[in-house]
Structures are given as C-alpha cells and as structure tokens.
C-alpha cells in the first residue's frame, strides 16, 4: 500500500490529500482541542494540512508527525517550513507502530484517514499506548468507505478497533459520525488509561 503514496502517484495523492482532508483535519483538531503547550503527535500527516493547523494553534508547545511515506514528509516539510525552522514541527518518516519518542511523551495524538492505514492495528495501539501520557487523548476521522474496505463494514472497524485500544490500555472509548465530507466521515476517540 505505500506505493500509492510514494514516487509520482504519491506526489498527485498527496495533492488531492491537501485540499480534500482541509475539513476532516480541522474538525479532528476541534474535537482534540489542544493547549497551546502540548505536544502532539501526528499519525500519517500526509501532505501536512493537520501539521500546519495545528501548528498555528500551537504556540508554545510541538507537533511532531510520523508517516511511512517519503513523498508525504518532503510534501509536509515545505508546506511546514517555518515552523520546523523554530522547532515547533518534526516529522519523521516512520510507521505509527515505531514512534522514534520515549515514553508517556505525547499530551494527545490525533490521525486524519490514517489509521485503517495501520497494520497490524493491535501493534500501533500498544505502540501509541507507550508514547502518549496517562489521560492522553487520541481522536481519529477516516472516511467511511475506508473503514468499510478495511472491515466490510464500519461497525466492524469500530468493534475492531475498540477492542485493540482497550486491549492496549484505552479507555472512554467512542465512536461518532462526523460532519466533514458530508458527514461520510467516522470519528473515534479514546484516552490514554
């Protein structure tokens, strides 16, 4: 799968990306709410759409963003330019399974269309598990017909993913239709036990 999103078919997704994932980014930065000194960590930033808006949110604290694709992190890199200058954004090229972080470093993470993505999905919950901090939040938006594709249906993926998060520690556990696309978006949110 990571060949869609690298090389010449990566650079067009990551074209589309920026401009169709403007909303679902946004409403998942809402939901998630962030002080101005947290830090948060990205899952699949993409062409960096989430980056930058929350890095203009986040004054004081960082952003840091994890994507298996090299074509995303040059595209998210200049689109972030600035604020990896002054060290308010990094981004590795890394799976959400192999966060380079220590432990409990994360204040919340947030995943924009990334997380059916994920696989082994039990993997990257254990693995968010140890980077984010107790109480840590993680709120996640994905399009509805990837978590369909993913499980055959979306409360197939919710019953999935539920299950892994609580298996890795989360709780308050829940899903939620969201606005962005229509409403075609499904939205998922747990905290850091």
């Known amino acids: 799968m990571a060949s869609v999103f690298d090389g010449a078919a990566g650079a067009f997704v990551a074209w589309v990306m920026a401009r169709a994932n403007r909303a679902a980014e946004a409403e ?12 948060v960590l990205v899952i699949g930033f993409g062409p960096g759409v989430g980056v930058r808006l929350l890095a203009a949110r986040m004054t004081a604290g960082e952003v840091v963003g994890v994507d298996p694709s090299t074509t995303m992190a040059r595209t998210a890199a200049r689109a972030n330019r600035a604020a990896i200058a002054v060290g308010r954004v990094a981004l590795h ?3 959400a399974d192999a966060v380079p972080a220590p432990d409990a470093t994360f204040d919340s993470a947030i995943a924009v269309n990334a997380l059916q993505l994920c696989e082994p999905f039990a993997a990257t919950c254990a693995e968010l598990a140890r980077v ?11 399009h509805d017909w990837a978590l369909a594709g993913r499980a055959g249906s979306v409360g197939a993926w919710n019953a999935m993913a539920g299950a892994a998060l609580e298996t890795a520690g989360f709780v ?13 978006i499904v939205g998922l949110t747990a905290r850091r036990g």
């Not at 998942?28 to 830090?39: K, Q, V, Y």
């Open 132 to 142: 984010l901090k107790p109480g840590a939040r993680l709120v996640g938006l994905t």
């Open 93 to 95: 090229v890394a799976r």
């Open 28 to 39: 998942a930065i809402e939901r998630l709410a962030p002080a101005a000194d947290h830090h």
């Open 172 to 184: 308050e556990i829940a899903a939620f239709r969201g606005r962005a696309e229509r409403g075609k």
